[in-house]
Each structure stands twice: as structure tokens, then as C-alpha cells.
């Protein structure tokens, strides 16, 4: 009943997928991504904590593709795009039925304005392979603004996203279906390339709002979370194999919403209203 964050947690990619893709292959048209991470927890955008004390692992690929471009149009770039993730964890509880935990998928498009602004409609559902819960269907809108540059290596991405959960289970375990949750977040990026180190630091950071009743009650706000992931190109690869990076990292969640504490326990984990989840992951871009 999650998202792919793609990923999760400390994976900033899951906030924000456009900035996590690798550069484009030359004349290529179709462009893809295959990713593979170990955590230490399992806990959704929304601040759901599925899983502790194993090791989850999360395989994400997805595949996108430009149907539109012009330099002086309204619209600078539309871009189709497909993804799926499944998800597999260590130690099997209330939420699960055995190891083989969840698999998603989504597809959905991106506008991006020629001031670099860019909008996006997705449509995703997350599916129980063991029947642990009802198939959810959900819509997300998004909106990321352009990257404020503070020097040549250290950005912000500001961004905006709203979750509608319309069919199924609820994605907060406590609340109702037919409801929807705000996601307000930055997403900071510090290249250290410039240093000589082939490495960037991101702190993906988000925090959620919505109705009472997306949660069950509990008030209005739902999760805050920060983290911090670092990544760095594999170059010994040859890049005729695609562009190959591995990255780690952890993410901080705080659950602000009493009702998320209660899914907790319903999900046969301990409560706690902190959690920490570390990550490392493969993967690659073509």
C-alpha cells in the first residue's frame, strides 16, 4: 500500500524520479532505469511504517520517453513514462504473509514548461501478491519547480505533490479510501564533483498535510522526514552497459499523526513515533 518512492525512505528518487535519471544515451529515444536497494525499514511517503528490524529489498525499473519537445513553444518537453516495483522482505509479519511483500506499478506523463517548470498526473496501484490487503488504486499530481542554484554545486528543488487514494485500501492502514494527502518538499543537492570527489549529496526532505480523515483522525498533518544519500557513478563500468552508480544513506521520519502510530502496532511492528531507515543501493540509467 505504498509508493515506489522510488524509493523509499532514504531514496530520494522516490520523491523526485525526474532527477534520479541518468543522462540520456545519444539517439536514444527510450530511456530506462533499473534499480536495486537493501533496507533496514520499510516506510512510505505517507509515513506508514510496514516494517523494522529486517532487511527489506526493493527492485525498481521503469521506462520513459519524450512524445513532445520545442524551444519555443508553451510547452518545452512531454514525456510518457511506465515503472514497477516489488519489494521482498526478511522477516515476514501482520502486513505481509511471507516474504514477497508488495508489487507496484504506475504510469504517467510530465509537462515541462519552457521556464522549467514541470507538471505531472500519475496513476500507480499497489498490489498484495499474498492478499494481505485490497489492491489500491491512487492518482498523484505533481509540481516541481526549477532548481535554485546558490552556487555552481549546491541547489534546491522545491517541489509539491497530492496523493488521491481513490480505490482500495487504505494507504494509512486507519483512514479512508476517497481521501488525499499534500506533500510540501525540497529537495537539496550538493555536487562534489568540483572537489574531486565523484560524489553527490542530496537531503530529500517532505513533510505531509491533508484531511483528518486520510489518516482516521489524529488532525491534519501527517509526517515529517529528512534525510541524506550519498551517490557516486560507478566509472569503471563501460558505458556502453549504461550509466552504473551505487549510493547509501538514511532517512528520518517523524510521525506526527497519532493514527500512524496505531497502523504501526497493527502492522506487528513496535510503536515509535522516530524512525530511522538506511539504505545502499545499485542500479543504472540508459
Not at 34 to 39: C, I, K, M, P, V
Not at 68 to 85: E, M, P
Not at 91 to 112: H, I
Not at 126 to 141: H, L, M, Q, R, W
Request: proline content about 6%.
Amino acid at each position: 500500500m505504498k509508493i515506489r518512492t522510488i524509493l523509499l525512505g532514504g531514496l530520494a528518487a522516490a520523491a523526485l524520479p525526474q532527477l534520479a535519471c541518468a543522462q540520456p544515451a545519444p539517439g536514444s529515444a527510450i530511456h530506462g532505469s533499473l534499480d536495486e536497494t537493501l533496507s533496514t525499514a520499510y516506510i512510505t511517503p505517507r509515513g506508514l511504517v510496514e516494517s523494522t528490524g529486517g532487511l527489506s529489498a526493493y527492485t525498481t525499473a521503469g521506462l520513459a520517453t519524450s512524445v513532445y519537445s520545442s524551444t519555443d513553444g508553451f510547452a518545452k518537453d512531454v514525456s510518457i513514462h511506465v515503472g514497477t516495483l516489488f519489494n521482498l522482505y526478511s522477516r515476514p509479519n501482520a502486513s505481509t504473509s511471507g516474504v514477497f511483500r508488495e508489487l507496484d506499478w504506475w504510469a504517467g506523463t510530465n509537462l515541462t514548461l519552457q521556464n522549467g517548470l514541470d507538471l505531472g498526473v500519475e496513476f500507480s496501484q499497489f498490489v498484495s501478491p499474498k492478499g494481505a490487503y485490497t489492491t489500491d488504486s491512487n492518482i498523484e499530481f505533481s509540481a516541481v519547480l526549477p532548481p535554485i542554484a546558490f552556487t555552481p554545486a549546491f541547489s534546491i528543488t522545491p517541489y509539491g505533490k497530492l496523493f488521491y487514494n481513490a480505490a482500495g485500501a487504505s494507504v494509512t492502514v486507519t483512514g479512508q479510501e476517497g481521501e488525499f494527502d499534500i506533500e510540501l518538499g525540497l529537495h537539496p543537492a550538493l555536487d562534489l564533483s568540483g572537489y574531486g570527489l565523484p560524489v553527490t549529496l542530496t537531503a530529500p526532505t517532505w513533510f505531509t498535510v491533508g484531511p483528518s480523515k486520510f489518516w482516521g483522525g489524529g488532525g491534519d498533518l501527517g509526517v515529517f522526514t529528512t534525510g541524506l544519500n550519498a551517490k557516486t557513478p560507478l566509472s569503471f563500468i563501460p558505458v556502453q552497459y549504461g550509466a552504473w552508480y551505487a549510493d547509501a544513506g538514511f532517512q528520518y521520519y517523524h510521525l506526527i499523526n497519532h493514527e500512524l502510530l496505531i497502523a504501526e502496532t497493527d502492522l506487528g511492528e513496535r510503536e515509535s513515533r522516530d524512525v530511522v531507515a538506511g539504505s545502499v543501493g545499485v542500479g543504472f540509467g540508459f
